[in-house]
């Protein structure tokens, strides 16, 4: 017997009041320098009911700062057009009546509607991917981990120098971050849910390091450690089981540089 096609979800990121952002940040801008409001929607304001945009746009154009309803199929791709990033609200939403789209070679995950029906608020975790529990999870526990990496730093400089410049080379060698996780991410739909938590995993880390007072350089492979752990939680499910690929997730996850990994997988 034949399995039944998964339902579509369709998935809409707000800001954390709720509101809409605009569909081109770029056009927001612009017009809200010339003292132009940007009109917007709070989904949180219409959970079950049915919403028509407040003014849309030509269809399928972005011709306006919020032209349109903008949809996803796959939520780990939520983050790239928010416009202040991390944190966001996430709902679950039906589109209604005509729907468009750029086309498949654009962005198959997208759909452009004038009318959509909020379903619910569902976990905000989801747009980093299906590992975005775990992703959190990190990101939270980075400020501490950093300081406890400055500290060991401090504790031996030379000795931990060669082990993280051991491991840095490796990385490099192997492109783990700039290829492995990038390419896994990107297949798997969730090339900005990475983007975003390498850029907040990146920021947290080197702030903490230098609060604590380590030096640059010091600050620089700290900051390269929480971008890869954090890339090593979110395509974690996507690297194989076969020694090499196993070699690459010890290298994202800093298994070398003998602090375990914080989050259980």
């Not at 010339?34 to 028509?52: C, F, K, M, R, Y």
Request: net charge negative.
């Amino acid at each position: 017997m034949a399995r039944s096609a998964r339902p579509v979800v369709h998935y809409m990121a707000t800001r954390p009041d709720g509101t809409v952002p605009p569909t081109s940040p770029h056009l927001a801008a612009y017009y809200s320098g010339l003292g132009e409001t940007i009109p917007t929607v709070n989904l949180a304001d219409h959970i079950g009911e049915s919403v028509d945009h407040p003014s849309p746009g030509q269809k399928w154009y972005t011709d306006k700062p919020f032209s349109y309803f903008h949809m996803y199929t796959r939520p780990g791709e939520l983050l790239e057009r928010i416009e202040d990033g991390w944190p966001i609200r996430l709902f679950v939403v039906e589109p209604i009546g005509e729907t468009g789209n750029w086309g498949a070679d654009f962005a198959p995950y997208w759909l452009m509607s004038q009318q959509i029906r909020v379903v619910e608020e569902t976990d905000a975790w989801q747009a980093f991917g299906h590992r975005g529990a775990q992703v959190l999870a990190v990101l939270a526990q980075l400020p501490d981990l950093a300081r406890q990496w400055a500290t060991e730093w401090a504790a031996d400089p030379e000795a931990t120098r060669r082990t993280y410049k051991a491991w840095e080379e490796r990385v490099d060698d192997t492109r783990a971050l700039t290829s492995w996780a990038f390419c896994r991410a990107r297949s798997s739909r969730r090339e900005a849910g990475l983007q975003a938590a390498n850029q907040l995993a990146g920021d947290a880390a080197a702030q903490a390091a230098t609060d604590v007072g380590a030096e640059p350089n010091v600050v620089a492979m700290i900051r390269l450690r929480a971008r890869c752990l954090v890339a090593g939680q979110l395509v974690h499910d996507r690297i194989r089981s076969g020694e090499y690929e196993r070699s690459i997730r010890e290298l994202l996850l800093g298994t070398a540089l003998d602090t375990p990994a914080p989050v259980a997988v």
